[in-house]
């Protein structure tokens, strides 16, 4: 039988027992941050449970954490702390969820790394034997992570030259979304100690929605010959145009992050690899999840926002198990908070493309959008970001607005279904 | 006439009043962390200074910063506070000096970029055209930064495949050093808002040496297309091997920080540009230091080690205010302790190359070594960074010991020359 909550969860909210996701919040614009979880349209403030004396067990009974189950009857039995600790979602601020010490952005997607190769190298190399050899990824930049509701400033920088005439200086004329998700490390791991890929999963806190924003054609001309991205794809002999390359001008992740525990049911066989990983990457169990991704496009002025493109975090080739034990095998130490990104995820489809560079091909077609069209991003366009399991919604999205110098908001938006019970390791409020 | 303090410092020392850098140690194993100012023999605690009042100024005045004058007076004049704030330095623990959230690695030496140009793509495109148009980088890892005197530990990963076998999986057989400095960030920027280039030096605390230890047979596999380095090198058409790609295995810096003031007085000019840099590169006043640097060898077991390259930060094509401009134009945000490494300084001579890579021309041929060879490094190795100025010395060197799962130790070393005066905007203990 499903789980219930005291707390009222309509059939819409993406925030029923079974997900209870973690985040950030300032219950008033002057209050300091503190960890909540999500419930329904409330966020449970864990600092007044905890304060209150609800965490009473051997692990967190004088502490500061909140990692165990507190009694739920104390809390629906008593109407002040309830009115205390749990806020209206609608009032709260929602902060970045995780000081992010180290920022990685995996490449683990077969279709995108396909596509991206095609494009810029033809279809005869289109994936790097490495690529099938190990999970690919680069470093990333943590400053500049925000939160979903964050503005976001086009950036400016240089573009290609043409001619003689020296490069082009100015905003980016080829401002991208990439449709991502991303690990949070929680335990993390000492320098010299690799992780073994089997117990990877014991050092992943959950999972973020992530979008990778990316300024195609800046990083074409001045990422080379020093990545982060596609830096490789500059395959054609004696040529010297460049690929694009992928550039973290920003990066928005969503507030609340879902564990692996609520994620468990939605687990489903990752896909075959061949060749088969070197022993260090084999996995007894390996695994993805079903958690269906959506990207919107809502031009400026526009009443409706338009779905540009549908993928699913389990077209995922490498796994994100794989993915940390990779991270570590050269001894590189993890720390709690640090992000894994998955990388663009593409499906096989070309409407289920995870980025704009891809489902308009180098901006070589156009996108058709509510009777508009795009290649890039435009000034006041928002992109929004939704992901949900089969039977139940994990995740707000994001929703942004891309202006000249930035401007996003975040909205809530719904993909529910309430029939699904979720185990939980962490805090049960039912 | 020269600064002397009351304090007696050796010709020999690396620390006179002149330099006076900054860094954190502890003065017993189980004392907690405190900064502190390297002068002659002794580290001066700085929190000790703090709590007996001495900074009274409008700044540190019941503050626990540390960047005023105290009254020298009462500190020479106060026995037991001398005793007690003036530690011995041979009794310190030296720490990592900054806390750094967001490590960058450019690629700023022309003899560098060449000499990996040549390398992988041939004479004739040896240097990208981007090259010249903007200060080229990569993210790199911050977890994995560590103080001179940290065990390095020989990284195991995947090399290049041989035929249709899998890959080799191992350790890395081709360990490598790499001479650089890094600039740590002072105060930061706000995400969105670029720093002009003729303010960049504002923001730079100060200056380290830095060690970024590189694995080149794992990442020439690993590493392509994402980078972080030399990617691009692979020009050779239809040719599916990989050049070698710089990894950040763990990066060494020196525990001293020492200021741009006290840098000053061997500003140079930077070298000409051609072309010139777009308007916001261009700097009214483009100045490099002249710093001598240099590397040795120590093989295990030998009493001596062996000088295998000298070179000099005025190699630099771009300077550090240029780096740091450029890294902020696209909004980048930079925060206090960011540290922007110079990528390998090489000088034009072949007894000038600032890594084995181009020392040993990839392996091909041998540097000899007190008798024995190198091509890269060997278990067991102590690899030894010094760096001064013509006239006074700056840098305690880094001195590490490579071994199979790692070892390495922290020595003083000196390339002293006691007469010159260096205006300090920051403590004086004269």
């Known amino acids: 039988m499903a789980l219930k909550s005291f707390i009222e969860v309509g059939p819409d909210s993406h925030f029923p027992i079974q997900n209870l996701p973690f985040g950030i919040f300032k ?82 997607s077969m279709h995108h790394a396909r596509n991206c190769g095609i494009m810029f190298r033809g279809p005869e190399n289109a994936i790097n034997p490495n690529w099938f050899q190990l999970p690919i990824a680069y470093h990333g930049r943590s400053s500049s992570i925000v939160v979903s509701g964050t503005d976001i400033i086009r950036p400016r920088g240089q573009g290609h030259p043409s001619g003689n005439s020296p490069p082009y200086f100015g905003p980016s004329r080829k401002l991208d979304f990439e449709l991502e998700m991303a690990a949070v490390v929680g335990p993390g791991n000492e320098l010299g100690k690799p992780v073994d890929v089997n117990e990877a999963g014991d050092h992943i806190f959950g999972l973020v929605l992530m979008n990778d924003w990316s300024a195609r054609d800046i990083q074409a001309w001045e990422y080379v010959p020093l990545g982060p991205f ?49 022993p260090y990457l084999a996995e007894k169990i390996s695994k993805n999840y079903d958690i269906s991704l959506e990207v919107q496009i809502k031009p400026a002025g526009q009443e409706d926002s338009c779905v540009v493109t549908r993928s699913n975090f389990n077209h995922l080739y490498w796994t994100v198990t794989q993915q940390l034990a990779h991270h570590t095998i050269n001894g590189c130490n993890l720390r709690p908070g640090d992000l894994l990104g998955t990388g663009t995820i593409s499906g ?65 938006k719904s993909c529910h279904h309430p029939e699904h019970q979720i185990a939980l390791r962490g805090i049960y409020v039912s």
Chains 1, 2 share one sequence.
């Not at 300091?32 to 449970?44: C, F, M, Q, T």
């Not at 490789?232 to 001008?249: D, R, V, Y």
């Not at 493309?353 to 180098?362: A, D, F, K, R």
Request: hydrophobic letters at 35%.
């Open 348 to 412: 096989p489809e070309p409407e289920s493309y995870g980025c704009l560079l891809e489902l308009t091909w180098n901006g070589q077609k156009s996108l058709s959008l509510n009777g508009t069209t795009r290649k890039f991003l435009e000034d006041g366009d928002e992109v929004v970001f939704s992901g949900c399991s089969k039977v139940i919604s994990f995740y707000t999205f994001l929703k942004e607005t891309v202006t000249k110098w930035g401007l996003a908001h975040a909205l809530e």
């Open 230 to 278: 596609l830096g490789k794809s500059f395959g054609k002999a004696g040529n010297l145009t460049f690929p694009p390359l992928e550039f973290i001008l920003g990066t928005t992740i969503s507030p609340w992050i879902v564990t692996l525990d609520a994620l468990e049911p939605f687990a489903c066989d990752a896909p075959k690899q061949d060749p088969q990983p070197l």
């Open 27 to 108: 219950p008033e614009p002057t209050s300091p941050p503190r960890p909540g979880v999500a419930i329904g349209d409330y966020v449970l403030d864990l600092s007044t449970i905890s304060v209150s004396g609800l965490f009473e067990g051997p692990f967190l009974s004088g502490s500061d954490c909140f990692l165990q189950v507190p009694d739920e009857a104390k809390l629906r039995d008593n109407p002040n702390l309830r009115e205390k600790s749990l806020v209206p979602m609608s009032k709260v601020e929602m902060l970045l969820p995780i000081a992010i010490g180290d920022y990685t952005d995996f490449f683990s």
